[in-house]
């Protein structure tokens, strides 16, 4: 575990980055395969018919083993898609099998643009998001763009909204004993780490 007091956001945030990506090609396979033995017959996974995930990069916990076991089981399955403009925006656009994909400009891999594949994120049952740290009271983390942040501010206006549910995806190495959050950022339901799960 991280300890983060005497470290600011961006101070805090290499650490971790460097601590995911120092992860080998063998762990980082371990790792995706644990993952999935934690996620893929619990009831929140089962239950969830409209699910969105991401794909990795820069060192993130690989849920893809999830996204192919949730489209085998006829679920729909969902993949973020950064807006061309406005350049904050981010959607969240049905992933099909075997669809082709193209680097954004992040350079990480999504489907090309297409509005009517949309679904927007308060009408999905589960998001399983990256981030670079997590705590155990449902603190995140994340790159430091505010996609997911942007995305989920309705959730402060909505008292009564639960859905969806927010479990966050990442490597134990990942794990900070108190996250400094800021006003914006939203907590998630849980953490689900290759070892095991931290719910809020």
Same mark, same amino acid.
């Given at each position: 575990m991280i300890v983060a007091?005497?470290? $600011?956001?961006?101070? /805090?945030?290499?650490?971790?980055?460097?601590?995911?990506?120092? &992860?080998?090609?063998?762990?980082?396979?371990?790792?995706?395969?644990? &993952?999935y033995r934690q996620l893929a017959q619990h009831p @929140?996974?089962?239950?969830?018919?409209?699910? *969105? &995930?991401? /794909?990795? !990069? %820069?060192?993130?916990i690989d849920p893809r083993p999830l996204l192919q076991e949730a489209q085998r089981r006829g679920k729909a399955t969902y993949l973020p898609v950064v807006n061309a403009w406005p350049r904050t925006r981010m959607v969240f656009q049905r992933i099909m099998p075997n669809e082709r994909l193209?680097? !954004?400009?992040?350079? @990480?891999?999504?489907?090309?643009?297409?509005?009517?594949?949309?679904?927007? @994120?308060?009408?999905? %049952? /589960?998001? &399983?998001?990256? /981030?670079? +740290?997590? %705590?155990?009271? +449902? +603190?995140?983390?994340?790159?430091?763009?505010?996609?997911? %942040?942007? $995305?989920? *501010?309705y959730r402060g206006r909505r008292k009564n909204g639960h859905k969806p549910t927010l479990l966050g995806l990442a490597h134990e190495c990942q794990k900070v004993d108190c996250l400094p959050l800021a006003s914006w950022d939203v907590r998630l339901q849980a953490t689900v780490t290759d070892d095991g799960w931290y719910a809020n």
């Open positions: 007091e005497g470290l $600011s956001r961006p101070a /805090l945030r290499r650490k971790l980055r460097q601590a995911r990506r120092k &992860l080998s090609p063998t762990q980082q396979r371990r790792a995706a395969l644990d &993952l @929140i996974l089962r239950r969830a018919r409209h699910i *969105a &995930l991401y /794909l990795p !990069n %820069d060192g993130e193209k680097p !954004n400009r992040f350079g @990480i891999a999504e489907p090309a643009f297409r509005p009517a594949r949309q679904r927007r @994120i308060w009408t999905l %049952d /589960l998001v &399983l998001m990256p /981030l670079v +740290g997590f %705590d155990e009271s +449902g +603190g995140r983390l994340g790159m430091g763009g505010g996609f997911y %942040d942007r $995305s989920l *501010a």
